[in-house]
């Protein structure tokens, strides 16, 4: 007798499941992961810059307590280890410049999750984030924009490489940047401790001495310092984590997500201690930017300085390569035509323009979306 192989599962072409399919599979722009590897390889290199000034004192992480994963890890001599730490920093710097892109992010990768890996002591969540960061910048052609890969090609006179691959790393990554929201919410909201603010009211008062010896006027201490004051301030922050977690997955309320990601960061960064989590998360909200680029056109008058003004700001700022510039006559106006060919165009249009650069739309998109808040508003659409 002979074994029949089992039929192979198709399916249905409208099925949820082969839609999940092709939107895995659908290629996209790997511009945001390119501007992610440009922006991670500086924060690895203060990931780093710890544990290598501990190393030129002549100590490593086995000189003090630690506690192996497991024992059949392997444990370098003390003098490859360190070492290998400065492949890691040469990794680093060849990630931010782009060269020898792939390699050098593939080194920093196994580098980086390897001595993480070393002892349980080295787990954190902002090490594990990086980690996971890394991983999926590993797995991208993201060296072929922004990279001295890419220019060197382009100096030997050979054709660029594709810009688009595969999506899934960045559907990937991009569920893991809203995981790490809403797990750090959920748990907050069920931690008796936390909901209630004694943990935040805590951690103020074991910092007492620098807080009234810091800039802030004092009434302001009196604030932080109230145990009445955390009791609500615990709340907003577990409200703030769970409504970024939420709005990060639709385009309606994506850029109200970002502002206030970015915004809670940097209260976190001047109140706490978490190492270089903040500078990751604020770097990995490039990823929830469309992929797909150059979809919208940017028309400026070559008669307008003003208008010549905004086109050399756009070529140097616009580094996730949202705008194409074309020239022509614009009565004077700046006009701009959304994907959906929607047009905007004078003062609503510059103010469009500088919320989709990264260096200003955090100062612009406040007034981005209060404009989009109010009721019939014909610019909704557009500032998707």
């Known amino acids: ?8 599962r198709v399916e249905r072409a409208g099925s949820p499941l082969a839609a999940f399919d092709i ?10 992961m390119a501007l992610l590897r440009l922006l991670v390889g500086p924060v690895v290199l203060l990931h780093l810059r710890p544990i290598l000034d501990a190393a030129r004192r002549g100590r490593i992480y086995r000189d003090s307590f630690h506690e192996p994963y497991a024992a059949w890890y ?22 931010t410049i782009g060269l020898l892109t ?5 080194t920093a990768f196994l580098i980086v999750t390897y001595n993480v890996f070393l002892s349980t002591t080295h787990m954190h969540s902002n090490r594990a984030y990086l980690m996971l960061v890394l991983a999926a910048l590993a797995v991208v052609p993201c060296g072929r924009e922004l990279s001295l890969d890419a220019w060197i090609r382009r100096v030997r006179g050979r054709p660029p490489l594709p810009t688009s691959s595969p999506g899934w790393p960045l559907w990937l990554l991009r569920f893991e940047a809203a995981t790490v929201y809403a797990a750090s919410g959920l748990s907050k909201l069920f931690d008796r401790d936390w909901f209630s603010g004694t943990v935040t009211w805590h951690r103020v ?13 004092s009434w302001a201490v009196d604030v932080l310092t109230d145990r009445s004051f955390h009791t609500v301030a615990a709340k907003l922050i577990i409200a703030t984590e769970l409504c970024i977690a939420a709005g990060l997955w639709s385009r309606r309320t994506r850029y109200a997500a970002v502002w206030l990601a970015i915004c809670f960061h940097l209260a976190i960064e001047l109140s706490a201690e978490v190492q270089v989590f903040s500078l990751l998360a604020i770097a990995a909200l490039v990823i929830w ?19 010549t003004r905004m086109a050399a700001a756009v070529r140097t700022l616009d580094w996730l390569a949202r705008f194409r510039i074309e020239w022509g006559p614009s009565g004077g106006a700046v006009t701009v035509i959304a994907r959906d060919g929607r047009v905007v165009e004078g003062r609503r249009a510059s103010v469009f323009v500088l919320s989709r650069l990264p260096v200003t739309a955090w100062f612009v998109l406040p007034a981005v979306l209060l404009r989009n808040a109010r009721p019939g508003s014909s610019q909704a659409a557009v500032a998707t």
């Open 205 to 217: 008062v074991l910092v007492r001495d620098r807080v009234e010896a810091s800039v802030l006027p």
């Open 102 to 106: 792939r390699v050098a992010t593939a």
């Open 289 to 307: 930017a469309v992929p797909s680029s150059r979809d919208r056109v940017l028309v400026l008058d070559p008669a307008s300085p003003s208008h």
């Open 74 to 95: 392997p444990d370098l001599p003390r003098e490859l280890y360190v070492a290998m730490l400065w492949i890691a920093v040469v990794a680093a710097l060849a990630m």
């Open 1 to 8: 007798m002979t074994a029949t192989a089992a039929p192979l």
């Open 23 to 32: 939107l895995l599979g659908r290629p996209v722009s790997m511009r945001a």
